[in-house]
């Protein structure tokens, strides 16, 4: 199907039997591929999983990676942060200022963003930033046989190339959420209470005693999976790049949109999973209203 | 295929394909190819774009798995190695790309120094010593180990893909397309390269090029491979197994006009397509007015 719509080959002038059997091989098609896909990145984690714990790639590869996705990403990330924090305060203020209940902002901003909108936000930022970059590196390497070039020299490419950037996702995307919820809080707090005048102490000791430690774990928690989730992705469509600058553009694009998509089904998944853990063990909880 | 033409002292093959096909989805790009390289022979396959010899080469080495038949290096059958097996393998076959495939992330010095890393079998003062070494071989200035690739022109990266493939002193070398998009003087400077390699300790290496400057210079055997879309049923893909001076009086009318470079056919075949192409148009638009 790459290339065409499965509406392209349909000769509309066909009988109708042919082509109702033209729409069922097109969408029969789309499912064999979606399968085969899953199946390959499914083995391609596999084979990843399984350098990682044979053998570490040396300290000068990971350092890079690490370098590359920890501290470059930290402006961004610690600017998205600072906006979340802020746009939260901007958007809640005036519902809760129509019930009288200003001070209480403060739970609800730092509870969005630790549990939601700081873990998914920075994860989203670093798919469009990190996990494109890797996909149109690696594109760029297949296209140009680079990684031919690592295996003819008895180097094996995931492990190379893939380990490195997966450990550095999974290390430091959770590093990086913990920056973006620290810059959200002191944004969200700038914005009630320097510029909205809420009051300091009651803002503050709203905060501290709704948001739980176990909002900051879920947070922390998802993100890691969101790490896993990016580099896993953009290297396997870097890996399976089409040739010229167009087949890299579109493993970016596709690494960027398929990241995007798993990060919100999976938060969705661990938000379900996490919820019934939370109510399993702390079965009522008094409201903040 | 004979291998007639070599020494009688290359009895035992180092690379022997057996009945190897390869096919990319539906597409047979290789059919059942049989060739055996005896050590120290240097064999250039040539054939039109698109004739699978790339795709042969990188058989050869196990980057690409055939569909059926086996490739046995040095005796042993790299299709069914295991990964392990293969990484040690790959420690005596050394791979010249097309366009040099250097990292495009590291010095040339690290580009050259990355097999004997990877391996771990030198301390980096020895690394240092070898890598030099290898750069004055190709007739690189010891500055050009701090560039990197991008700053190089394109002869010179030939040269650093060249001094990085010798690094382990590997037992097979594979040259693709050697000296495509080269100036003639930097094509013969690659060619005399892969002489003095040859000359400095026994390798096998299999030239894979359309330069038939480059074929007769460098090899003592040539075989050419013929597209299959373009063949009879039935028909060999490999037009031509024998020694560079045996090209001009082939018995195949075919490998004569690629040997002189004559479109033959193929401008008989242009017009035709031409031809088929301004009717079918003509007809459409006939259909329109009518």
Request: glycine share 8%.
């Amino acid at each position: 199907m790459a290339g065409t719509t499965f509406r392209d080959d349909i000769d509309l002038d066909a009988p109708k039997p042919a082509r109702l059997k033209n729409w069922i091989s097109d969408w029969g098609g789309i499912v064999v591929d979606g399968v085969s896909t899953v199946g390959d990145i499914t083995l391609f984690a596999h084979r990843m999983f399984v350098w990682m714990f044979t053998r570490l790639p040396q300290r000068g590869t990971m350092m890079i990676n690490f370098y590359q996705v920890g501290v470059l990403s930290l402006p961004v990330v610690a600017l998205t942060g600072t906006f979340i924090g802020m746009v939260l305060a901007v958007q809640s203020h005036h519902q809760f200022h129509l019930i009288g209940l200003e001070s209480r902002l403060g739970v609800v901003i730092n509870t969005s963003l630790v549990r939601e909108l700081g873990p998914v936000l920075a994860a989203t930022m670093l798919a469009g930033r990190v996990g494109s970059a890797m996909a149109a590196v690696l594109g760029t390497m297949r296209v140009t046989e680079q990684i031919d070039a690592l295996t003819t020299m008895g180097a094996d490419p995931i492990h190379y190339l893939v380990v490195p950037r997966f450990m550095a996702c999974i290390f430091l995307i959770p590093a990086l959420t913990i920056m973006a919820d620290f810059m959200g809080i002191v944004g969200g707090y700038f914005y009630c209470v320097i510029i909205l005048g809420i009051d300091h102490a009651a803002y503050l000791q709203n905060s501290s005693d709704y948001v739980s430690g176990y909002d900051l774990f879920t947070g922390i928690f998802k993100s890691i999976f969101f790490g896993g989730i990016i580099a896993i992705v953009s290297c396997y469509r870097g890996f399976n790049c089409e040739p010229g600058a167009e087949g890299v553009g579109n493993a970016a694009t596709a690494a960027f949109v398929m990241s995007f998509v798993l990060i919100l089904s999976i938060d969705l998944v661990l938000n379900i999973i996490l919820d019934a853990v939370y109510y399993s063990i702390w079965p009522s909880q008094p409201s903040f209203l | 295929m004979s291998n007639d033409t070599t020494d009688d002292t290359f009895d035992i093959p180092l690379v022997d394909a057996r009945s190897v096909s390869v096919r990319f989805e539906s597409q047979l790009i290789l059919h059942e190819i049989d060739l055996r390289i005896p050590r120290g022979q240097t064999l250039a396959i040539i054939g039109e774009s698109g004739c699978g010899k790339t795709v042969l080469m990188k058989t050869l080495v196990g980057l690409i798995r055939p569909h059926s038949g086996q490739v046995l290096f040095d005796g042993r059958d790299l299709v069914t190695m295991s990964p392990v097996e293969l990484t040690r393998t790959r420690k005596r076959f050394g791979f010249v790309f097309q366009n040099a495939a250097l990292f495009d992330s590291m010095s040339v010095f690290d580009n050259v120094a990355f097999p004997i890393r990877q391996h771990e079998l030198a301390d980096e003062d020895e690394i240092e010593a070898r890598v030099m070494k290898n750069l004055a071989e190709v007739g690189l200035p010891a500055e050009v180990a701090k560039k990197r690739p991008a700053e190089l022109s394109g002869g010179m990266r030939k040269r650093v893909g060249l001094a990085r493939a010798l690094i382990l002193e590997p037992e097979l070398v594979v040259y693709d397309e050697p000296t495509t998009g080269l100036d003639p003087i930097m094509s013969d400077v690659i060619n005399e390269l892969i002489l003095a390699t040859r000359r400095r300790y026994p390798v096998t290496s299999v030239v894979v090029t359309h330069d038939m400057r480059t074929a007769r210079k460098v090899s003592n055997r040539v075989i050419m491979l013929y597209p299959r879309r373009r063949l009879e049923a039935g028909q060999s893909q490999v037009l031509f197994d024998g020694s560079p001076s045996g090209l001009d009086n082939a018995d195949d009318r075919r490998v004569r006009q690629f040997v002189r470079g004559e479109a033959g056919e193929r401008l008989s075949e242009m017009t035709r397509q031409k031809n088929t192409l301004t009717l079918s148009s003509a007809t459409a638009i006939g259909c329109d007015h009518g």
